[in-house]
């Protein structure tokens, strides 16, 4: 293969289609949520170390700056899963015959995942 | 050339494997979960722990954990190949790679002892 052949991969310059979007998001909630694990284990440590750490857990969760980390860890975890499930679905053969279909399946996991995210908002406040 | 010795499965067929089988457990601990907070609104302390210290339980969140840890693993490793390269960030990105890569590795692990240690620890 020549190696000097020339590359374009400026995203800028290319019109991406919206299963781009997904997927890209997919990867960015995913690296997100690697770090965002840290604060879900220890979270969990505080609600089952003690019946004290789970008051102070509480108590922790009606700050606003805590509220908004939770927010978006749970929503990354909302994104990565929904887009995550749309894989699944894709490996029985539904939906992956061609690129209508997956363009349609992309809209359908940034409609549920927008959905997903209001009701999370709406049980954190 | 990326080379597979940092990969999980050390084949791409195993890592989509991995990545699939992980993907369905967190599904359905995820949906687990969910659903338990939604039908137990006023959690207190004695019901959490004791469905954490259930054995059941106990195995159900061990695997969940050692999925996340794979499927982190497997997912991490995809996107650090494909943007720490030579093509994207020059001569040094094979090392550059590789101390991420294994950080990586070395926190997936981390998560997994701090979850044991924070379940066998009720």
Redesign the interface.
């Given at each position: 293969m020549d190696k000097k052949r020339p590359?374009n991969l400026d995203i800028g310059t290319i019109r991406l289609p919206i299963t781009s979007y997904v997927s890209i998001l997919h990867?960015v909630s995913?690296?997100i949520?690697?770090f965002a694990?840290?604060i879900f284990?220890w979270m969990?440590?505080g609600?089952?170390?003690?019946?004290q750490s789970?008051?102070e857990l509480g108590a922790m969760l009606a700050n606003p700056i805590c509220q908004f980390i939770i927010w978006g860890s749970l929503a990354a975890?909302a994104y990565h899963?929904i887009a995550?499930?749309r894989?699944?679905i894709m490996?029985f053969g539904v939906g992956e015959d061609s690129f209508y279909a997956g363009r349609n399946s992309a809209w359908a996991a940034v409609v549920l995942s927008v959905v997903a995210i209001a009701l999370l908002t709406w049980w954190i406040l | 050339m990326v080379t597979t010795v940092t990969s999980l499965g050390r084949s791409g067929l195993f890592d989509w494997m991995i990545q699939?089988i992980s993907?369905?457990v967190?599904?359905a601990y995820?949906v687990f979960i969910v659903g338990y907070f939604f039908s137990n609104p006023n959690l207190n302390?004695?019901q959490?722990?004791e469905l954490?210290s259930s054995l059941p339980m106990r195995m159900f969140s061990l695997i969940t954990i050692l999925s996340?840890a794979a499927h982190?693993w497997i997912?991490?490793w995809?996107?650090l190949t494909d943007y720490i390269t030579v093509?994207l960030i020059g001569p040094k990105a094979t090392a550059i790679r590789i101390f991420f890569q294994l950080g990586?590795i070395a926190?997936s692990l981390l998560?997994v002892i701090?979850?044991i240690d924070?379940?066998w620890?009720?």
């Open positions: 590359v990867r995913g690296v949520l690697f694990l840290a284990l969990l440590e609600s089952l170390a003690s019946e789970f008051n975890l899963a995550g499930i894989h699944l490996d | 699939r993907a369905w967190m599904t995820l302390y004695a959490w722990a954490n996340i982190a997912g991490m995809c996107v093509r990586m926190i998560y701090w979850a924070i379940l620890g009720i």
